[in-house]
């Protein structure tokens, strides 16, 4: 059984940082990739950030140079540094992991972007 648990959701004020946490309850080699997914007000979710299990990275077009995803695997840990926040990065955030073919989802973490 896998489970995924975000943290770090808040309201931000824009031009703001957050830093988001999915912490898995496997080590985060039995993975072989993760990432985060956001689905804003009335849309449908999409990708933000992944990372394999070798590092590399991927990014949406949208927080290429703002967010950072990275793996702590000591601490099972996945993250999303998150800067230069902007009201249409308000969203649920979700951690996503796959492992032997098959993804596992957290219950998301709500971010909000507001002055």
């Known amino acids: 059984q896998v489970q995924l648990v975000e943290s770090g959701g808040d309201l931000v004020q824009p031009g703001g940082s957050l830093r988001l946490s999915c912490a898995a309850s496997r080590r985060l080699s039995d993975f072989y990739a993760m990432g985060w997914y956001r689905q804003p007000p009335g849309k449908q979710r999409g990708l933000v950030a992944t990372i394999t299990s070798s590092g590399s990275t991927n990014y949406a077009d949208s927080v290429k140079g703002r967010f950072t995803i990275s793996r702590d695997n000591a601490n099972n840990t996945m993250n999303l540094q998150m800067n230069n926040l902007q009201p249409e990065d308000t969203a649920v955030y979700s951690c996503?992991?796959?492992?032997?073919?098959?993804?596992?989802w957290g219950q998301g973490t709500q971010v909000t972007v507001s002055s």
């Open positions: 996503n992991a796959y492992r032997w073919g098959t993804p596992y």
